[in-house]
């Protein structure tokens, strides 16, 4: 049981070690990223590519999911995942 | 040592050996529900970690960007709305920008093409910083680009020096490659191509008087709100995106996101609760022996329910422990693989993520009492059950 224990912390002490130094290297790159987003204006995350409003959930339009023609079924994998924009975003904040 | 302190650690002691009498079946509890632990722990990481890196990034995003909804779809901004936000007290700068989208044919990528003056924009003359290699062309340079990794390893497998696009009349738009972005930005470029402004309304067809949006910069953050009130009520066809907006559409996205993933997730863990009481709720002729035997001895319902409790907690936190470092490792070291294919969906270019997991007590906790709780609370019961056999009822079956 000891030797069970000892093994857990051994491997999670690899483990926070490793996070630390990933955590240290994503805050000494975060300033690369700001300023690819000051300097091009950036908007979104380029995770999923494959539909507009899931490359650019905050700046796509705000139905467009389903738009491509008048009852349209959604076919997009990741359309199931992204939710619908704030319905505040459409008239500026707090309307 | 304090008495009722020894005594629940020589309860210890006979649990784990209780429970390495029966270790075939604790095991196999055991691994599936790591298992469901490690699903859990593994999209709340992804989720924590997406949400941190699009609330750090995007922390300097526009602080308004104008559109503009004709029909209910966007369309060009004409350059007269950026004189009219201009001329709102508070407003510092109005950028205009054009953006869209590219599909290639060949390898059935979507590409996100952005041009912009880069003299215009708020530290426009750091870009360099963020290149890996090349950097960025001179203002008003024609022909020459900014790519993100994706598109570069995309004209390099065409065996080409420069990127060919083709505008809406199908002629051929020829760039050549000025810079690469760096890898840490790869979640923001990947899938761009940075160019003049003049080069993307030639690529586009988009009139010189009009532009895809504007980027609106204030002089007061506080007024931030307010000038977006106003711009909304001088322009009733633009769509007004604040700063604090895109935040909170990230914030919603990778929430509603894991929200239906949960879904799925608690269906299994449902589906585990069941099995768990199934296999707790059936007594078994060695454990009711068992019992009796301990009541015999001299052992009272609560010693038999203090037994069964640590049961539950030692298999529970040996699941807990071995799906959430799963979890971890899943997350930190291959970059949730097993979720890539359900985040991307088709997509052709993906950025690598090099996600860092949400390791925050309030996450933990989460999963601790979306997984732990509902164990512990199905298998009370069974435990209660099995702590009141009637010694004779039990001896007269021995």
């Not at chain 2, 004709?70 to 508070?90: F, K």
């Not at chain 2, 024609?142 to 420069?162: D, F, H, M, P, T």
Request: glycine share 8%; net charge negative; aromatic share 10%.
């Amino acid at each position: 049981m000891l030797l069970l224990l000892a093994c857990l912390a051994a491997v999670h002490a690899v483990l926070y070690s490793h996070y630390r130094h990933r955590l240290t290297e994503y805050e000494a790159r975060s300033g690369l990223r700001q300023i690819a987003t000051a300097a091009l204006g950036l908007s979104d995350l380029c995770i999923a590519t494959e539909a507009r409003y899931t490359r650019h959930p905050a700046a796509s339009d705000p139905v467009a999911p389903f738009m491509d023609h008048p009852g349209a079924i959604e076919h997009f994998p990741t359309g199931s995942f992204w939710a619908p924009p704030i319905p505040g975003g459409l008239r500026g904040e707090g309307e | 040592m304090n008495g009722g302190l020894t005594k629940h650690l020589n309860i210890i002691d006979y649990t784990l050996s209780s429970l390495w009498r029966r270790r075939a079946r604790n095991v196999s509890v055991l691994v599936v529900f790591a298992g469901v632990i490690f699903l859990v722990a593994s999209f709340q990481f992804v989720t924590g970690a997406l949400t941190q890196f699009a609330l750090d990034s995007l922390r300097t995003a526009p602080e308004i960007t104008v559109q503009r909804l004709s029909a209910g779809r966007q369309t060009e901004v004409p350059l007269d709305y950026g004189e009219q936000v201009a001329s709102i007290h508070g407003v510092r700068e109005v950028v205009p920008r054009i953006w869209g989208y590219y599909f290639d044919e060949v390898t059935g990528a979507n590409l996100t093409v952005i041009g912009v003056d880069l003299e215009r924009m708020p530290l426009g003359e750091k870009l360099n910083l963020t290149l890996a290699e090349g950097e960025v062309p001179e203002p008003g340079a024609s022909g020459r680009v900014l790519v993100g990794r994706s598109i570069k390893r995309i004209v390099e497998s065409k065996g080409s020096a420069y990127l060919s696009l083709f505008r809406p009349d199908l002629s051929q738009a020829s760039f050549a490659i000025a810079g690469v972005f760096d890898a840490a930005t790869d979640v923001l470029t990947n899938d761009l191509i940075v160019m003049d402004i003049g080069d993307a309304r030639d690529l586009f067809h988009i009139s010189p008087a009009a532009a895809t949006d504007l980027c609106v910069y204030v002089a007061n953050q506080e007024e931030v709100p307010n000038i977006a009130r106003k711009i909304a009520a001088a322009l009733p066809d633009a769509r007004v995106l604040t700063r604090a907006q895109i935040s909170q559409t990230y914030q919603v996205v990778f929430g509603w996101r894991s929200g239906f993933a949960s879904v799925c997730l608690l269906t299994a863990l449902a589906a585990f609760v069941i099995f768990a009481w199934d296999k707790a709720s059936g007594l078994s002729p060695e454990e009711r022996r068992e019992i009796t035997i301990l009541k015999i001895l001299g052992w009272e319902t609560s010693d038999i329910l203090a037994v069964r409790f640590w049961e539950g907690a030692l298999v529970a936190g040996g699941a807990f422990t071995a799906g959430c470092t799963g979890a971890y490792i899943h997350v930190a070291y291959f970059d949730a693989s097993l979720f890539r294919p359900v985040m991307v969906g088709w997509s052709v270019i993906h950025p690598s993520l090099r996600l860092v997991p949400s390791l925050q007590v309030s996450t933990l906790l989460l999963i601790f009492c979306f997984t732990v709780l509902p164990y512990m609370a199905a298998t009370v019961i069974p435990a209660w059950r099995s702590a009141i056999v009637p010694t004779d009822s039990a001896l007269s079956g021995m």
